[in-house]
Protein backbone atom coordinates (compact mmCIF):
# COMPACT_ATOMS: atom_id res chain seq x y z
CA UNK A 1 0.00 0.00 0.00
CA UNK A 2 1.65 3.06 -1.05
CA UNK A 3 0.87 7.05 -0.46
CA UNK A 4 1.68 9.66 -2.32
CA UNK A 5 4.41 11.99 -0.83
CA UNK A 6 2.86 14.71 1.76
CA UNK A 7 4.54 16.71 3.82
CA UNK A 8 1.83 16.96 6.18
CA UNK A 9 2.15 12.93 6.56
CA UNK A 10 5.10 13.75 8.61
CA UNK A 11 3.04 15.29 11.58
CA UNK A 12 0.11 12.54 11.75
CA UNK A 13 1.32 10.56 14.89
CA UNK A 14 1.36 6.76 14.95
CA UNK A 15 -2.05 6.09 16.72
CA UNK A 16 -3.90 8.29 14.33
CA UNK A 17 -2.73 6.36 11.48
CA UNK A 18 -3.34 3.15 12.40
CA UNK A 19 -6.66 4.65 13.79
CA UNK A 20 -7.14 5.78 10.31
CA UNK A 21 -6.25 2.26 8.63
CA UNK A 22 -8.49 0.08 11.02
CA UNK A 23 -11.49 2.73 10.53
CA UNK A 24 -11.08 2.56 7.00
CA UNK A 25 -10.75 -1.12 6.44
CA UNK A 26 -6.97 -0.86 4.94
CA UNK A 27 -5.64 -3.48 7.82
CA UNK A 28 -8.07 -6.38 6.67
CA UNK A 29 -7.71 -5.42 3.07
CA UNK A 30 -4.04 -5.90 3.73
CA UNK A 31 -4.10 -8.94 5.31
CA UNK A 32 -6.22 -10.82 2.73
CA UNK A 33 -3.90 -9.64 -0.26
CA UNK A 34 -0.59 -10.67 1.70
CA UNK A 35 -2.63 -14.32 1.90
CA UNK A 36 -3.58 -14.57 -1.19
CA UNK A 37 -0.28 -13.28 -2.45
CA UNK A 38 1.40 -15.86 -0.70
CA UNK A 39 -1.32 -18.55 -1.66
CA UNK A 40 -0.27 -17.39 -5.34
CA UNK A 41 3.36 -17.96 -4.85
CA UNK A 42 2.90 -21.61 -3.20
CA UNK A 43 0.74 -22.36 -6.11
CA UNK A 44 3.14 -21.11 -8.87
CA UNK A 45 6.17 -22.90 -7.19
CA UNK A 46 4.47 -25.68 -6.86
CA UNK A 47 3.18 -26.08 -10.55
CA UNK A 48 6.96 -24.83 -11.69
CA UNK A 49 8.25 -27.44 -9.60
CA UNK A 50 6.14 -30.27 -11.13
CA UNK A 51 6.86 -29.21 -14.31
CA UNK A 52 10.90 -29.46 -13.66
CA UNK A 53 10.06 -32.68 -12.19
CA UNK A 54 8.39 -34.14 -15.37
CA UNK A 55 11.44 -33.68 -17.14
CA UNK A 56 14.07 -34.88 -14.45
CA UNK A 57 15.30 -38.04 -12.89
CA UNK A 58 13.20 -39.79 -10.20
CA UNK A 59 16.43 -39.08 -7.83
CA UNK A 60 15.82 -35.29 -8.80
CA UNK A 61 12.00 -35.74 -8.64
CA UNK A 62 12.71 -37.13 -5.37
CA UNK A 63 15.17 -34.70 -3.97
CA UNK A 64 13.13 -31.53 -5.09
CA UNK A 65 10.35 -32.64 -3.69
CA UNK A 66 12.22 -33.60 -0.57
CA UNK A 67 14.11 -30.00 -0.14
CA UNK A 68 10.60 -27.94 -1.22
CA UNK A 69 9.01 -29.89 1.85
CA UNK A 70 11.73 -29.10 4.38
CA UNK A 71 12.30 -25.39 3.41
CA UNK A 72 8.33 -24.92 3.31
CA UNK A 73 8.25 -26.13 6.95
CA UNK A 74 11.66 -24.27 7.77
CA UNK A 75 9.48 -21.51 6.52
CA UNK A 76 6.67 -21.86 8.98
CA UNK A 77 8.63 -22.79 11.54
CA UNK A 78 10.20 -19.55 11.59
CA UNK A 79 7.21 -18.17 10.99
CA UNK A 80 5.38 -19.54 14.34
CA UNK A 81 8.89 -18.83 16.29
CA UNK A 82 8.55 -15.51 15.43
CA UNK A 83 5.04 -15.36 17.58
CA UNK A 84 8.01 -15.83 20.81
CA UNK A 85 9.54 -12.68 20.09
CA UNK A 86 6.12 -10.43 19.72
CA UNK A 87 5.76 -8.07 22.28
CA UNK A 88 1.66 -8.81 22.01
CA UNK A 89 0.89 -5.24 24.59
CA UNK A 90 3.21 -2.67 23.12
CA UNK A 91 -0.01 -1.21 21.41
CA UNK A 92 -3.20 -2.40 24.12
CA UNK A 93 -4.18 0.90 25.75
CA UNK A 94 -6.93 0.97 28.87
CA UNK A 95 -9.18 2.04 26.02
CA UNK A 96 -9.42 -1.35 24.52
CA UNK A 97 -10.59 -2.52 27.53
CA UNK A 98 -13.68 0.09 28.23
CA UNK A 99 -16.16 -1.32 25.06
CA UNK A 100 -18.51 -3.40 24.74
CA UNK A 101 -16.92 -7.52 24.80
CA UNK A 102 -17.12 -8.86 20.93
CA UNK A 103 -19.49 -11.88 20.88
CA UNK A 104 -17.47 -15.29 21.59
CA UNK A 105 -18.94 -16.95 18.32
CA UNK A 106 -19.35 -14.87 15.35
CA UNK A 107 -16.52 -12.86 17.09
CA UNK A 108 -13.93 -14.52 18.78
CA UNK A 109 -13.66 -18.08 17.37
CA UNK A 110 -15.05 -17.34 14.33
CA UNK A 111 -15.67 -20.35 11.58
CA UNK A 112 -12.72 -22.67 9.78
CA UNK A 113 -12.72 -19.80 6.90
CA UNK A 114 -11.56 -17.12 9.60
CA UNK A 115 -8.32 -18.74 10.20
CA UNK A 116 -5.30 -19.34 8.20
CA UNK A 117 -1.56 -19.78 8.94
CA UNK A 118 0.72 -16.26 8.83
CA UNK A 119 2.27 -16.09 5.36
CA UNK A 120 5.22 -13.66 6.95
CA UNK A 121 6.36 -12.67 10.02
CA UNK A 122 5.20 -9.08 9.31
CA UNK A 123 1.69 -10.49 9.05
CA UNK A 124 2.46 -12.41 12.22
CA UNK A 125 3.28 -9.13 14.54
CA UNK A 126 0.21 -7.22 12.68
CA UNK A 127 -2.32 -9.87 13.32
CA UNK A 128 -1.05 -10.10 17.33
CA UNK A 129 -1.76 -6.37 17.43
CA UNK A 130 -4.94 -6.07 16.28
CA UNK A 131 -6.51 -9.03 17.54
CA UNK A 132 -5.09 -7.84 20.87
CA UNK A 133 -6.76 -4.78 20.88
CA UNK A 134 -10.20 -5.88 19.49
CA UNK A 135 -10.30 -9.00 21.63
CA UNK A 136 -8.40 -7.76 24.91
CA UNK A 137 -11.70 -8.31 26.96
CA UNK A 138 -12.26 -12.14 25.70
CA UNK A 139 -8.55 -12.76 26.12
CA UNK A 140 -9.37 -11.34 29.90
CA UNK A 141 -12.10 -13.34 30.84
CA UNK A 142 -10.46 -16.31 29.63
CA UNK A 143 -7.27 -15.56 31.74
CA UNK A 144 -10.03 -15.34 34.94
CA UNK A 145 -11.17 -18.69 33.91
CA UNK A 146 -7.96 -20.22 33.35
CA UNK A 147 -7.03 -18.85 36.72
CA UNK A 148 -10.20 -20.32 38.39
CA UNK A 149 -9.62 -23.82 37.17
CA UNK A 150 -5.99 -23.63 38.41
CA UNK A 151 -7.35 -22.70 41.99
CA UNK A 152 -10.22 -25.73 41.40
CA UNK A 153 -7.19 -27.72 40.70
CA UNK A 154 -4.81 -26.33 43.73
CA UNK A 155 -6.76 -26.22 47.21
CA UNK A 156 -4.04 -24.43 48.85
CA UNK A 157 -3.57 -22.04 46.67
CA UNK A 158 -7.30 -21.20 46.73
CA UNK A 159 -7.21 -21.14 50.60
CA UNK A 160 -4.32 -18.81 50.66
CA UNK A 161 -5.80 -16.28 47.60
CA UNK A 162 -9.22 -16.46 50.72
CA UNK A 163 -6.83 -16.37 53.22
CA UNK A 164 -4.47 -12.70 51.81
CA UNK A 165 -8.16 -11.58 51.13
CA UNK A 166 -9.48 -12.11 54.75
CA UNK A 167 -6.07 -10.47 56.37
CA UNK A 168 -6.84 -7.20 54.40
CA UNK A 169 -10.30 -7.05 54.95
CA UNK A 170 -9.13 -7.21 58.79
CA UNK A 171 -7.16 -4.65 58.59
CA UNK A 172 -9.55 -2.66 56.87
CA UNK A 173 -11.34 -3.09 59.90
CA UNK A 174 -9.10 -2.39 62.23
CA UNK A 175 -8.08 0.61 60.46
CA UNK A 176 -11.85 2.04 60.52
CA UNK A 177 -12.35 0.97 64.32
CA UNK A 178 -9.07 2.36 65.72
CA UNK A 179 -8.65 4.98 63.26
CA UNK A 180 -5.22 4.79 61.72
CA UNK A 181 -5.33 7.43 59.92
CA UNK A 182 -4.58 9.71 62.84
CA UNK A 183 -1.56 7.92 63.32
CA UNK A 184 0.67 7.39 60.26
CA UNK A 185 3.57 5.85 61.96
CA UNK A 186 1.28 2.49 63.40
CA UNK A 187 -0.48 2.43 59.94
CA UNK A 188 2.63 2.76 58.05
CA UNK A 189 3.87 -0.49 60.28
CA UNK A 190 0.53 -2.42 60.48
CA UNK A 191 0.59 -2.39 56.16
CA UNK A 192 4.01 -3.67 56.69
CA UNK A 193 3.00 -6.46 58.70
CA UNK A 194 0.32 -7.03 56.54
CA UNK A 195 2.33 -7.20 53.38
CA UNK A 196 4.78 -10.05 54.80
CA UNK A 197 2.15 -12.11 56.03
CA UNK A 198 0.66 -11.86 52.88
CA UNK A 199 3.79 -12.86 51.00
CA UNK A 200 4.05 -15.57 53.42
CA UNK A 201 0.59 -16.85 52.71
CA UNK A 202 0.91 -16.41 48.55
CA UNK A 203 4.53 -18.06 48.73
CA UNK A 204 3.78 -21.47 50.92
CA UNK A 205 -0.14 -22.10 49.39
CA UNK A 206 1.16 -21.81 46.07
CA UNK A 207 -0.47 -18.84 44.80
CA UNK A 208 2.14 -17.78 42.38
CA UNK A 209 2.19 -21.21 40.81
CA UNK A 210 -1.17 -20.91 40.19
CA UNK A 211 -1.08 -17.60 38.61
CA UNK A 212 1.90 -18.31 37.15
CA UNK A 213 0.23 -21.63 35.24
CA UNK A 214 -2.97 -19.59 34.07
CA UNK A 215 -0.46 -17.06 32.89
CA UNK A 216 1.21 -19.04 30.91
CA UNK A 217 -1.37 -21.10 28.91
CA UNK A 218 -3.48 -17.92 28.41
CA UNK A 219 -0.57 -16.59 26.79
CA UNK A 220 -0.09 -19.52 24.68
CA UNK A 221 -3.70 -19.28 24.13
CA UNK A 222 -3.74 -15.52 23.39
CA UNK A 223 -0.58 -15.72 21.24
CA UNK A 224 -1.94 -18.42 18.74
CA UNK A 225 -5.18 -17.33 18.53
CA UNK A 226 -4.51 -13.57 17.71
CA UNK A 227 -1.19 -14.90 15.10
CA UNK A 228 -3.53 -17.29 13.32
CA UNK A 229 -7.09 -15.13 13.37
CA UNK A 230 -7.57 -13.28 10.46
CA UNK A 231 -8.63 -9.79 10.62
CA UNK A 232 -12.32 -9.08 10.07
CA UNK A 233 -14.15 -6.25 9.58
CA UNK A 234 -14.89 -4.68 12.84
CA UNK A 235 -18.43 -3.35 13.28
CA UNK A 236 -17.72 0.51 14.18
CA UNK A 237 -20.94 3.15 15.22
CA UNK A 238 -21.68 5.62 12.03
CA UNK A 239 -19.89 8.76 13.18
CA UNK A 240 -22.17 12.20 12.74
CA UNK A 241 -20.72 14.38 9.91
Known sequence: MAFSPNPLSLSVPDPAFESW???SGY????????????????????????????????????????????????????????LLTINPFSKLSAD??????????????????????????????????????????????????????ALYQMPLALVGLLASLALWELFKFCSDRWKFDRHPSMRKFSIGIGQCVTA?????????????????ISYSVMILHAGFRKLTPSKKPPRGR
Open 21 to 23: LRD
Open 200 to 216: VLLTFLNVQMALFSALA
Open 27 to 82: LELLDHRTSAAAAAASSSASVSSSAAATSAASDDVVSSITGGFFASLLSRLVTVSS
Open 96 to 149: DFSGDTPPWTTGFFGNCDSYSFPSSSQQARMRVHENIKRFARNYATLFIVFFAC
